[in-house]
């Protein structure tokens, strides 16, 4: 008998032998979906000048259309990662790769500032999506023991997509413009669904329906729409959250910010509450709040980086791009490095130490004016430990929530988390009127990074959780001692030792 991978005995497989081609394939899908995401990011960044020329925008107007993915990234988190516990993260995941490439094809289209902004807010739900379905869905299928190579792997996408917008721009925006870069950002995209239609659903997912004696199927939000009183409730909140950011993130909130700011962080604090329940919610809490600093670190880099080389070092655009590809690069690296680094260490552990490694770099990287080679090796560097790492965040935040629910919490939590990346551009702006903006980017990056380094080194939200829930795992992605382990990707709930084996020829 001939013995293929299936075939392996659990004991003998070793290796990369552990990976069915099933569960490469769920990887590749979900990585188009990422990749986009990073392509469309780093591209709404470049081409915005020439978006403000055309629609004749100020500056913080056309700002805005950055920010406006944010708003409704929440809402899209929890709503596609409920449709993910709900009917499967499979048709989550295809759900919001089609509202992803129908916003990012039609901002191609747009005819003014309105136009494109709405196309804007399709992305986000569409981005926030693809987060909580596909990275459960990655992990959920992934052997146990490689789950932390799993999120690596899956977020370097985004990385990938940022060097890739990078080197296209300056090919495709000055012989066609900018709106081709957003019809070409939609060809990923076809690959990916048609890649996801034949996908298996999840192991995990499918093994946590299978074992329901009622076949009932989950549903996250039931605690936020129990009762008409609670129900409407609940929708009033929402749309005064939504509300609250659009002013935020617009001109319309001009002057009101701070206020209006409160009131977003109390709506959206008021569902964490709820979802998260009597024993939950002070973990659901803890880590909104972390995932909002590793935004607030990692992201004035991210988005203010072109805008320091420019200004600052007067680096022409050629350069700017260059910089920019040693970034990408670096970032995508670094989540490759994560993953191997935190399935070696522990994820929380890998996840502290790069941090307090990447610190070395953070001055040195704006002290370096006259060198690109330096500025490029060092800003590697620095993008490999203190962004890179960001490829286990999934893996980390997965962690924390069950299967019956993962997908809706960690869609909430991260992208409400997210809108520290919305906050962070603004803050190094702020910070640099009175300090060049170079060492207002440094000193905000080294700051923050030290509180997430506390954070989840000193595990503070699994400590606060367990101060409502002492019965609660360490991690929900590690199966029970003498339990069946992870359900593969397309194996019929039972009995979890690898795919099922296909029917002979």
């Known amino acids: 008998m001939t013995m293929r991978p299936w075939n392996i005995p659990g004991r003998l497989r070793s290796g990369w032998l552990e990976v069915t081609p099933s569960q490469w394939k769920a990887m590749?899908?979900?990585?188009?979906?990422?990749?986009l995401d990073g392509f469309d990011f780093v591209l709404i960044t470049l081409v915005l000048t020439d978006i403000a020329d055309e629609f004749?925008?100020?500056?913080?107007?056309?700002?805005?259309?950055?920010?406006?993915?944010f708003i409704t990234r929440w809402l899209g988190g929890a709503a596609l990662g409920a449709m993910g516990d709900r009917y499967g993260r499979r048709a989550a995941m295809i759900t919001s790769i089609l509202l992803y490439s129908l916003?990012?094809?039609?901002?191609?289209?747009?005819?003014?500032?309105?136009?494109?902004?709405?196309?804007?807010?399709?992305?986000?739900l569409g981005m926030a999506g693809e987060y909580s379905a596909g990275a459960t869905y990655v992990l959920e299928s992934w052997p146990t023991r490689w789950r932390n190579r799993a999120s690596g792997f899956l977020i370097s996408g985004y990385a990938g997509g940022t060097v890739l917008a990078?080197?296209?721009?300056?090919?495709?925006?000055?012989?066609?413009?900018?709106?081709?870069?957003?019809w070409i950002g939609v060809l990923p995209v076809l690959v990916a669904v048609w890649v996801r239609r034949s996908l298996p659903e999840a192991g995990d997912w499918q093994r946590q329906i299978a074992a329901r004696p009622d076949g009932e199927r989950p549903n996250p939000f039931r605690p936020l729409f129990t009762g008409r009183i609670r129900g409407w409730g609940n929708t009033a909140?929402?749309?005064?959250?939504?509300?609250?950011?659009?002013?935020?993130?617009?001109?319309v909130g001009a002057g009101g910010v701070p206020w209006l700011s409160g009131v977003a962080a109390l709506c959206l604090i008021a569902f964490a509450v709820q979802l998260g329940g009597r024993r939950g919610w002070l973990l659901y809490v803890s880590l909104m709040a972390t995932v909002f600093c590793a935004f607030l670190y990692s992201w004035p880099i991210q988005?203010?980086?072109?805008?320091?080389?420019?200004?600052?070092?007067?680096?022409?655009?050629?350069?700017v791009t260059d910089v920019m590809f040693y970034a990408g690069f670096g970032t995508m690296a670094g989540c490759w490095l994560a993953g191997f680094v935190g399935d070696l260490l522990g994820t929380r552990r890998a996840y502290a130490y790069t941090l307090l490694a990447s610190l070395a770099f953070v001055f040195p990287v704006f002290a370096v004016r006259d060198s690109l080679p330096a500025l490029g090796v060092l800003i590697f560097v620095l993008l490999a430990l203190g962004q890179g790492i960001s490829g286990i965040l999934p893996k980390y935040l997965a962690g924390h929530f069950p299967t019956a629910t993962r997908a809706a919490s960690l869609g909430f939590v991260y992208n409400v988390g997210a809108l520290g990346g919305a906050v962070a551009p603004v803050l190094g702006a702020r910070l640099a009127e009175g300090m060049p903006l170079g060492r207002a980017l440094a000193q905000l990056t080294f700051g923050l990074t030290l509180v997430v380094v506390l954070l989840v080194g000193g595990n503070i939200p699994q400590r606060l959780g367990r101060l409502a829930d002492r019965r609660a795992p360490d991690d929900h992605l590690v199966p029970e001692a003498g339990g069946a382990g992870t359900l593969p990707a397309g194996a019929a709930p039972g009995p979890a030792s690898g795919d099922a084996a296909p029917e002979s020829p």
């Open 28 to 35: 590749f899908a979900a990585w188009i979906g990422y990749l």
């Open 166 to 182: 990078a080197e296209l721009y300056k090919w495709v925006v000055p012989y066609g413009g900018w709106r081709w870069m957003f």
């Open 303 to 319: 988005a203010l980086l072109p805008t320091y080389l420019k200004t600052d070092l007067g680096y022409a655009p050629a350069q």
């Open 56 to 69: 004749h925008l100020r500056t913080a107007t056309a700002a805005s259309l950055i920010s406006g993915a």
């Open 237 to 251: 909140l929402a749309a005064t959250a939504s509300v609250a950011l659009f002013c935020v993130f617009t001109p």
């Open 103 to 124: 916003g990012t094809f039609a901002c191609g289209f747009a005819w003014d500032y309105t136009s494109l902004f709405v196309a804007r807010l399709v992305i986000g």
